[in-house]
Structure formats: C-alpha cells, structure tokens
C-alpha cells in the first residue's frame, strides 16, 4: 500500500513538471490549414519581429493618414484647433502603447497645423512629438527628427517652408520605420494617426453647412479602414492593445455594413469615432 502511495506521488510530480514546462513553453493552438494541413500557432505572446514584414506591407499599401489634411484643404475646410488632440494630453499617455499611439496622433496634427499655417500650434506639437520619441527610447534612432524640429524652429515665420518640413520628417520616419525592427511602435503610430484623422474629417463634416465635398471623401475611405483593421488584428495579439481594439473595432464595423455614408450617418459615426479616440487621449 505505502509503496502504491509512493508510485501516485512520483506519477503527480512527473505530470507537474511536464505541464509547467509546457506552460513555460506557450501553449499552442491546433487546427488544419486551407489545404488540409496540420498546423499549430503559438498563443500567449506576441513577437512583433515575426510580423514586421506583415506590418510593413500593410502599411505601403494603404492611405497615408495626412492625405486627409490635403483633402480637407481642397474642399475648402477651414483649420479648427479644438478638434485636434489637445496640447497637454500628452501627459496622460502613460503606457509606451498610449504613447505609440499618440506619438502618430500628433503626427497627423502636424501636418493638419501646417497645412493651415499653424506653426504656433505646429512648434507645440513638435515638443510632444520630441517627448514622446525619448518616453519610447527612439531618441537615438530617429535622431532626423532633432534636425526637423530645429529647421522648423528657424523656418517658424515661413508657412511653405514648415509644410514642407513636416512632410519630409514624415516621409522619413516611415523609410526608417519600414526597417526598423520596432514594428509594433510603427504600427500603433499609424492606428493613432488614422484614428485622429478620421476623426477631424467626421467631426468637419458634421459642422459643414455644405458637406457634399466632405460627404465624398467619408465615402472614401475604406481602404484605410481596412488597413485600420488588418493592422490591429495583427497588434490585437499584444495583451496592452486589446482595450483600444476593443473601443475602435465598432468604427470599423460601421464602415463595413455601410454602402454609402449620409448626412444622417455622421451622427452615428462620430460618437464611435470620438470614443476610440478618446480611449487613447483621456
């Protein structure tokens, strides 16, 4: 009987240390593949080196988030501050994902300030941008945007010249990124980014008196939803990205069951918008 005992308790710590090297491991996932395939994935962690190329190609291959701010120029829109991600909400972006974020979402608004010949807005949000690049440790490797910010200091007075800036530092930082092995911050600065300029141009369009222009521009825009989604599916796999999945996936479903966006829709939109926004910024 005592020996019986022994045996139970040798069988218990055996499977223990099976199952907690497993655990230690990753558990996995078992499925079939499209073809018939046995396939397993691993769950529980996110690598965002393995997806870097998946990133990078959506990236490329979706609408930049500033060519809204060109669009809402030509329809004749005018610059309003308040709707942009305030100055001082920088101190609320705590996590590197809130910051990640942000840092995209200021980016945007650069381009919106400059475009409108805002250099005073657009020196402030250069400080934020500065602040945010050394919270996420990119000081060293973007250091392009130290020569930015201080050309766009000098240039303040020169409304061509500040635009012209802006959209360098921009076209810079995403050929650096595209190498970079930070793909996870790549892609949350392009959903902040995109988050914020869909929010400018739906809360624009709602104040138009007339917005058929900007009514067609919020029609076009789902190919940049798409990639809204597919790159958070992608960073959905980071446990710290799950909430704002969480607050901007209702925006995405909205653009999919919709054919065409009316006046009507907006005021179903831009609350699911300003939400997710402010998920990030509040």
């Known amino acids: 009987m005592k020996k019986h005992c022994i045996f139970q308790v040798i069988c218990v710590l055996a499977l223990s240390i099976v199952f907690s090297g497993c655990n230690r491991a990753g558990k996995q996932n078992k499925g079939t593949t499209s073809d018939g395939k046995e396939a397993s994935v691993e769950v529980g962690t996110f690598d965002p080196v393995k997806v870097k190329d998946q990133i990078v190609g959506i990236i490329q291959q979706s609408p930049k988030d500033i060519e809204i701010v060109d669009l809402l120029n030509e329809a004749g829109a005018s610059y309003i501050y308040e709707m942009t991600t305030p100055v001082e909400a920088v101190e609320k972006m705590l996590t590197s994902t809130q910051k990640a974020l942000g840092f995209g979402m200021y980016g945007f608004d650069g381009k919106y300030a400059s475009v409108y010949n805002r250099s005073d807005i657009n020196l402030k949000l250069v400080e934020n941008a500065d602040r945010l690049i050394t919270d996420l440790g990119l000081q060293d490797d973007l250091s392009f945007a130290k020569k930015y ?134």
Request: glycine share 2%; net charge negative.
């Open 149 to 282: 910010a201080e050309r766009i200091r000098k240039n303040k007075s020169n409304t061509d010249s500040i635009d012209f800036l802006v959209t360098q530092e921009l076209n810079e930082y995403h050929q650096f990124m595209a190498t970079s092995p930070k793909a996870d911050i790549y892609a949350l600065s392009v959903i902040g980014g995109n988050v914020e300029a869909l929010h400018v141009l739906t809360q624009m369009t709602l104040l138009a008196k007339d917005n058929a222009k900007l009514l067609a521009v919020m029609n076009n825009q789902n190919e940049r939803v798409k990639s809204l989604s597919a790159l958070l599916e992608i960073m959905s796999g980071d446990e710290t990205v799950k909430p704002y999945f969480a607050a901007i996936e209702p925006v995405i479903k909205f653009f999919e069951e919709k054919s065409s966006i009316t006046t009507a829709d907006l005021n179903t939109i831009a609350p699911l918008i300003e939400k997710a926004r402010n998920s990030i910024v509040q």
